[in-house]
């Protein structure tokens, strides 16, 4: 079975900068699409960004464009999403999930991680 760990969130100042990782056991990513979530506190659940390994394809929500960057190193089944200028509309519990049916997948997830921006 799949499992996703995420890593590397915390708290940082508006206009900083953090790096999520997402690691993958029991199934490599080589041909999956993998995205980000997040979800803040009172609000659903929404995309952030996706990779689809197959082919590289990028997405990006409109919110995070060109602050955002996610990529995958395959050689450690992870995925990445370097995460800068970041805002304190950005603080949410961030998921990683993936899929084998190309962007945004949702079949296995990451149990979430906390990002928190101070203004």
């Known amino acids: 079975e799949v499992q996703l760990v995420e890593s590397g969130g915390g708290l940082v100042q508006a206009g900083g900068s953090l790096r999520l990782s997402c690691t993958a056991s029991?199934?490599?990513?080589?041909?999956?699409?993998i995205g980000w979530y997040r979800q803040a506190q009172g609000k659903a659940r929404e995309p952030v960004s996706c990779i689809s390994n197959s082919d590289g394809k990028t997405f990006y929500v409109d919110s995070v464009m060109g602050r955002f960057t996610i990529s995958s190193d395959h050689a450690k089944n992870t995925v990445y999403l370097q995460m800068n200028d970041l805002r304190p509309e950005d603080a949410a519990v961030y998921y990683c999930?993936?899929?084998?049916?190309?962007?945004?997948?949702?079949?296995?997830w990451g149990q979430g991680i906390q990002v928190t921006v101070s203004s």
């Open positions: 029991g199934a490599t990513f080589d041909d999956d699409a």
């Open positions: 999930a993936s899929g084998a049916w190309g962007c945004y997948p949702t079949d296995y």
